[in-house]
């Protein structure tokens, strides 16, 4: 993988930073992104050995590519595999009944987010004869829980667009990929569950075949796996890393 550049989007989030420990340990350039924690991103660089890059900013711009695109194509000269772990703030447990059009407008930003980079650093991946796209979504967007409607429906609209690339970008060797983790915890540290989500917790380690929900790196191991050559064949799919919950 040495001399590959990885772009994460949402690299200050929950995944990000092991993810990206994940992809310099197999040899990839990473670019970290957050869209306003920049020193969240410059320490997650400065832990990594090598040459990585950390970039803050919006994503999302009509006028060319956006800054932080920009800026790992003139680093890196392009970009070989992009990781969208990025999502607007979930503020809201409304249902449906309830949810102001403010909060729905706020979480469907992730969709027009996920579009942008997709479509900025298409260019970059076709010209080099390839690339990988692996959308970060969840269980909600197939398995509904009360409150989580905006959230569900805008992670389900970003799935489908990762299976659009899939299908017309497979030509110039680009494969899209989804996947979808349930609860992700830590093992090394403590799980803070909110109060009036504690009941939801447990009654979704109760339906897992596993026993325990996945770890970041049980999801960051899936995502390196997609991305490596040996990904090569498997395009427009949904993995869930979800501990074994039966989704339909």
């Known amino acids: 993988m040495s001399d590959r ?17 994940s992809l310099a340990a197999e040899g990839f350039s990473v670019v970290a992104h957050a869209h306003s924690n920049g020193g969240a991103v410059d320490g997650i660089v ?41 999502h607007p703030p979930w503020r809201s447990a409304a249902q449906v009944a309830d949810l102001s059009l403010g909060d729905l407008s706020d979480q469907l930003t992730g969709v027009v987010t996920h579009a942008a980079v997709c479509r900025d650093v298409l260019p970059s991946m076709r010209s080099s ?42 030509r110039y060797g680009i494969t899209a990929n989804i996947v979808a983790p349930g609860r992700i915890v830590d093992p ?34 899936t995502i390196v796996s997609l991305v490596r050559h040996e990904g090569r064949a498997l395009t427009g799919q949904t993995v869930w890393v979800t501990g074994g919950e039966p989704i339909e």
Not at 151 to 157: I, L, P, R, S, W
Request: aromatic residues 6%; hydrophobic residues 45%; contains cysteine.
């Open 46 to 86: 400065d832990s990594l050995d090598g040459d990585h890059l950390a970039v803050v900013g919006e994503l999302a711009s009509d006028d060319g590519p956006s800054e932080p695109v920009s800026r790992a194509i003139e680093r890196f000269g392009r970009v070989d595999v992009l990781v969208n772990a990025a």
């Open 129 to 170: 004869g390839g690339g990988r796209i692996v959308f970060v979504a969840g269980a909600l967007m197939r398995r509904p829980a009360a409150g989580f409607s905006a959230y569900g429906a805008a992670k389900a609209a970003a799935a489908t667009l990762t299976r659009y690339i899939a299908l017309e970008e497979g």
């Open 188 to 221: 090394n540290e403590p799980e803070d569950i909110p109060p009036d989500k504690q009941q939801l917790a447990e009654e979704l380690r109760r339906r897992l075949a596993l026993g325990a929900f996945p770890s970041p790196d049980d999801v960051a191991n």
């Open 5 to 21: 550049i990885a772009f994460v989007a949402g690299a200050s989030g929950s995944l990000g930073p092991t993810l990206c420990r």
